[in-house]
């Protein structure tokens, strides 16, 4: 019987152009410098010094032209400065997406998976016994013909009912998603950049949605001062200002938003590192910026609990480990029935696709 030849694991990395190397460079360090190309480029220059990642064969001025050739990038405008181009915003979303999704198929660290399943249109990995009532179309031909030449042999073929097995299927809802993302001052104080990986998130959340589940709907609403949407594209642009937190403005635009649409099943993630310390009244702001302000904080309980009349679920991702914040966050999450996360850097991406996923399965009799 002819058995399996192992070899030694070669990684793909190794095939990979110079141009290619390159361009994941170029691709991480847009993330952080909010899609400036002349920025990333300098970058690269200050890296290459110490790194050396370029080679006589192929330098940046070779990477470059490549860009402008390829599409990655316009040429210089009149003020001297190169732009990215839609393919490059559409490259970063796709990057992060494969980045954020291939740490979950690594780990099971904050996973919160308890699928059920039933008669769907989403297959899934997970076989079980034939029972009285199951129908043909779930019979997984190829592990119930196995089974029936291990309990009966190969040279007399027969399939018995205990040989059967069900392949099972989940049903895939359609849902509507507002991703809050804060954007205040507090986002990049004390030397942590906690804008790029909610920016990343978002970004790959959107692909996500756009390639594999392209009737639900995203969108993103941040938050200072005010509140406005962005589209998908200035992802890449997004920045943090000289801001307040006003959830408040967030929170209500997010459920006008989700009130338009017509998907039964509506959700909030709200990405946040503080407090809120703003609210607008009329044409003024209220602002306290030291504690937790009832006046404000009441405000946004009033919000959660409008949500949950209007079945809107709200998940909390604190990118924080403040202790002090963790009584409102408590509060604010019991008035919406939500859920909460005091989900790290490096994890915030799993903890959202792991609810994101969840939410998208149901039971199906």
């Keep these: 019987m002819k058995g399996f030849q192992f070899s030694k694991f070669m990684s793909n990395d190794d095939d990979k152009t110079d141009f290619d190397r390159m361009l994941d460079i170029f691709m991480q360090l847009l993330s952080h410098t909010n899609g400036d190309a002349n920025e990333a480029l300098s970058w690269m220059t200050e890296l290459d010094k110490e790194y050396k990642f370029s080679t006589p064969q192929y330098g940046l001025g070779d990477f470059m032209d ?167 594209k200035d992802l890449p642009y997004l920045q943090v200002g000289p801001y307040h937190t006003n959830t408040v403005a967030g929170l209500e635009l997010a459920m006008d938003i989700l009130r338009r649409r017509k998907n039964p099943n509506k959700q909030i993630f709200m990405i946040t590192d503080g407090k809120p310390t703003c609210l607008k009244i009329g044409k003024k702001y209220y602002k306290n910026a030291f504690g937790l302000d009832r006046k404000i904080t009441g405000r946004c309980l009033n919000l959660a609990s409008q949500c949950r009349k209007l079945k809107i679920v709200i998940t909390t991702f604190m990118i924080t480990s403040d202790p002090y914040l963790q009584s409102f966050v408590r509060a604010f999450t019991e008035s919406n029935s939500g859920k909460a996360f005091y989900a790290s850097l490096d994890k915030l991406g799993s903890f959202i696709f792991d609810d994101f996923e969840k939410g998208k399965k149901r039971n199906v009799f």
């Design 66 to 232: 490549e860009l402008k050739e390829k599409g990655y990038i316009d040429g210089e405008n009149e003020k001297g400065e190169i732009k990215i181009t839609p393919k490059t915003e559409q490259g970063i979303r796709k990057r992060s997406l494969d980045e954020i999704f291939g740490k979950l198929k690594k780990t099971k660290k904050g996973n919160h998976i308890t699928f059920k399943s039933g008669q769907g249109d989403e297959m899934n990995s997970e076989t079980r016994s034939f029972q009285f009532g199951d129908v043909l179309d779930q019979i997984d031909f190829v592990s119930s013909i196995r089974n029936s030449q291990i309990n009966g042999g190969i040279e007399e073929f027969s399939l018995r009912e205990d040989d059967l097995e069900i392949r099972e299927n989940d049903m895939k809802t359609q849902t509507s998603t507002v991703l809050m993302i804060d954007i205040s001052h507090s986002m990049i104080l004390y030397g942590e950049d906690r804008i790029t990986p909610a920016k990343k998130v978002a970004m790959a959340l959107s692909e996500l949605i756009k390639t594999k589940y392209p009737k639900d709907t995203l969108d993103i609403v941040v938050f200072g001062n005010d509140a406005w949407t962005i589209e998908v």
